[in-house]
């Protein structure tokens, strides 16, 4: 039996015990909604444009994040990894500021942004951020020393160094790095459009609260469960493997 059989299986199963539950358990729709009930409201959502707004809105500021997050968590990583006084100081702080969850930073951007979009980005971006300079500064510190002493005898230096020897020989790790950091941002950019408004997946979840929808809030759910999971194991996976076969840290 494939993998792919096992999961549509294990997932046919759970459906089937989530419509028999939910039919048999007596409560109201509003506490527990049935499988169809939801799916009705995924689909018409998704018809009428209430969810895909919705995802659009989400997937914009994640990618704009996301994409500030890789380029400050590469510069930063370099700079602790090259002088030992950056990696004494920032090196430190940042150590720190990666234990703290990215949602205890939307006080302080409400602050600086007000209740808007960039308060949400900040939030994203900062989830993100800590954890890609660890895991690139951690790249850069494991490329053998061999590859950089042949480098220099002929001549590589400056930023034909980083380009044809650092970068390349770090890529197994920064992309670890790229899919830790996606999970991260993207729980961040959940809590933030929870709290925060803008529209987006998780505005629709505090609207589905609120007005009682269970039924809206388990379709959203569905949605950011399926995201992700399209995110990781299409993206980062296809792309951790390619990486570790050309590499030769897995076989083909």
């Known amino acids: 039996m494939t993998t792919a059989l096992r999961r549509i299986i294990f997932i046919?199963?759970?459906?089937?015990?989530?419509?028999?539950t939910s039919r048999l358990s007596g409560l109201p729709a509003f506490m527990f909604p049935s499988l169809t009930q939801v799916l009705d409201t995924l689909v018409n959502g998704l018809i009428n444009g209430q969810i895909t707004t919705a995802i659009g809105k989400s997937l914009g500021r994640i990618l704009l994040g996301f994409?500030?997050?890789?380029?400050?968590?590469?510069?930063?990583?370099?700079?602790?990894?090259?002088?030992?006084?950056?990696e004494d100081t920032l090196g430190f702080v940042v150590t720190a500021l990666q234990s703290?969850?990215?949602?205890?930073?939307f006080p302080l951007a409400i602050i600086w942004f007000g209740l808007n979009d960039m308060a949400i980005l900040f939030i994203v971006t900062i989830g993100a951020t800590w954890t890609m300079t660890v895991?690139?500064?951690?790249?850069?510190?494991?490329?053998?020393?061999?590859?950089?002493?042949?480098?220099?005898?002929?001549?590589?230096?400056?930023?034909?160094?980083?380009?044809?020897?650092?970068?390349?020989a770090s890529v197994p790790q920064l992309i670890s790095g790229l899919r830790i950091a996606w999970a991260f941002s993207w729980r961040a950019l959940m809590a933030g459009e929870l709290l925060g408004g803008g529209g987006g997946l998780g505005q629709l979840l505090e609207m589905g609260r609120s007005l009682g929808q269970m039924d809206l809030v388990i379709s959203v759910m569905i949605i950011i469960a399926i995201i992700g999971t399209i995110v990781d194991n299409v993206v980062f996976s296809r792309l951790e493997r390619s990486v570790e076969v050309k590499w030769g840290l897995r076989a083909r």
């Not at 997050?69 to 602790?80: E, M």
């Not at 703290?100 to 930073?105: A, D, R, T």
């Not at 002929?154 to 930023?159: E, H």
């Open 12 to 20: 046919a199963a759970i459906a089937v015990i989530w419509e028999v």
């Open 67 to 86: 994409s500030i997050a890789i380029v400050v968590g590469l510069v930063l990583g370099y700079f602790i990894w090259r002088y030992k006084m950056v």
């Open 100 to 105: 703290i969850p990215s949602i205890v930073w």
């Open 135 to 168: 895991n690139a500064t951690s790249g850069f510190k494991n490329v053998p020393p061999l590859y950089q002493r042949v480098a220099k005898v002929y001549g590589s230096g400056g930023f034909h160094f980083i380009r044809t020897v650092i970068l390349p």
